[in-house]
Each structure stands twice: as C-alpha cells, then as structure tokens.
C-alpha cells in the first residue's frame, strides 16, 4: 500500500514537471501579456534569497540613468577667475548687448 501511495506521488510529480516545462516553454516561443508577470514573479526570488546582490543590481542599473551634477560650461558663459591665497573669485563682466 505505502509503495503504491509513493508511486503515485511520484507520478503526480513527474506530470507536473511535464505541464511546468511544456507552458514554459510555450511562454518563451510565444511571449504575451501574461508571461510577463511569471518573469517578473520568478526574477524576484533575487531579493527573498540574496537581498545584498539584489540592492547592488538596483544601484548599478540606477548608474546608467544619472546625469551629470553640474552641466558642462558653454561658451557663452562668463569667464571666473578663483584667487585661493585671497579668497576671492573675480567674474568678468561680459560687454553690454547693443
């Protein structure tokens, strides 16, 4: 009796792996609306399993979007000129427009 309960289990088990890997690889031929979530459901175990790793993807991806601090200078913008040992910064002052 306990062989033919292991049996069977054994056989749900492998029919299930069967259906899981026929529908994955239906959802990898034909991409729809629907495989979506499971690739985002099934990329998420990242954060449950290694959060550190998952925290080091998300700050390397947000790296690819940063800009600069400070725009770099034009060329029409006003010459300055830092004295250190006063500790002045002096701006020419561009000619009056006409």
């Keep these: 009796m306990t062989l033919v309960v ?3 289990i054994a ?3 492998v029919v299930a792996l069967g259906l899981i890997v026929v529908v994955g690889t239906r959802m990898v031929r ?3 609306e629907s495989s979506g979530s499971m690739a985002d ?3 998420s175990f990242i954060d449950v399993f290694d959060p ?3 925290r080091a993807d998300r700050d390397l991806d947000s790296k690819e979007h940063q800009g600069e601090a400070a725009p770099s200078p034009d060329d029409d ?3 300055v000129t830092v004295d250190l040992r006063s500790g002045t910064a ?3 002052r561009t000619p ?3």
């Design 77 to 79: 913008d006003r010459p």
């Design 6 to 8: 292991f049996a069977g």
């Design 52 to 54: 550190a790793r998952a």
């Design 96 to 98: 009056p427009r006409t």
């Design 90 to 92: 002096r701006i020419r």
């Design 30 to 32: 034909n991409p729809d």
């Design 41 to 43: 459901a099934f990329g």
């Design 11 to 13: 056989l749900l088990g």
